[in-house]
Nanobody, 124 residues
Framework: QVQLVESGGGLVQAGGSLRLSCAASGRAFSSYSMGWFRQAPGKEREFVARISRNGGNTYYADSVKGRFTISRDNAKNTVYLQMNSLKPEDTAVYYC?????????????????WGQGTQVTVSS
């Protein structure tokens, strides 16, 4: 089992940047692929980015490609989401999630563990 705690959210103006962190504790962090998801009010949780166990494989939603970067530091048991050129439509609660299956995924229901979320608000 793994516990996840997100941090780094906040209020930022459009065009600004934020870096989210997700610290993991528990079972070996490097045995999980990791994902970032977000949920805006009244909307379903949606995929943002995911990264493989060793960090060598990343994948992004079209809506954030070229603006967001996911990375991980297995020595620090942490996954990051660098968010640049933020837009008001990026406003949401951002969640990190861990998946123990060998295969990577963009489907929320296929992730095993979730953090509590961190609010990101982008003002216009």
């Amino acid at each position: 089992q793994v516990q996840l705690v997100e941090s780094g959210g906040g209020l930022v103006q459009a065009g600004g940047s934020l870096r989210l962190s997700c610290a993991a504790s528990g079972r070996a962090f490097s045995s999980y692929s990791m994902g970032w998801f977000r949920q805006a009010p009244g909307k379903e949780r949606e995929f943002v980015a995911r990264i493989s166990r060793n960090g060598g494989n990343t994948y992004y939603a079209d809506s954030v490609k070229g603006r967001f970067t996911i990375s991980r530091d297995n020595a620090k048991n942490t996954v990051y989401l660098q968010m640049n050129s933020l837009k008001p439509e990026d406003t949401a609660v951002y969640y990190c999630a861990a998946r123990s299956d060998l295969r990577v995924s963009t489907v929320p229901s296929e992730y095993d563990y979730w953090g509590q979320g961190t609010q990101v608000t982008v003002s216009s």
